[in-house]
């Protein structure tokens, strides 16, 4: 089918979400690390890594629901909900580490 998505090609996707997101919340345990030893510097360019990294498993996973909106056929994937879970998960961290990083820089 034209407008049908494969299962392998959705594994794809998701392992991708996965990947990226896993890779922001590395950059931003890393940059927590280094506001905590007062290398602000450092820290800020993680956070920018960390951005660029959820940037990308976000847009993996709009894309994806585009072509949802569209009227292609997705199977069920639990892998699929697992890196949603996981893309949301780690925007949330972000959310917080970012905080602590300006109180780091405050004290």
């Known amino acids: ?35 905590s030893n007062r290398d602000f510097d450092q820290a800020d360019k993680l956070m920018n890594q960390a951005n660029e990294e959820i940037v990308t498993a976000h847009k993996a996973q709009t894309e994806t629901l585009q072509k949802e909106a569209e009227g292609y056929d997705f199977p069920y994937s639990p892998l699929f909900g697992h890196a949603q879970d996981t893309l949301m998960t780690v925007k949330s961290e972000m959310n917080v580490m970012r905080e602590i990083i300006k109180l780091y820089k405050k004290l």
């Open 1 to 35: 089918m034209e407008n049908q998505v494969s299962k392998e090609e959705l594994a794809l996707i998701s392992m991708n979400v996965i990947l990226h997101a896993g890779n922001a919340r590395d950059f931003v345990y890393q940059a927590v690390d280094k506001a």
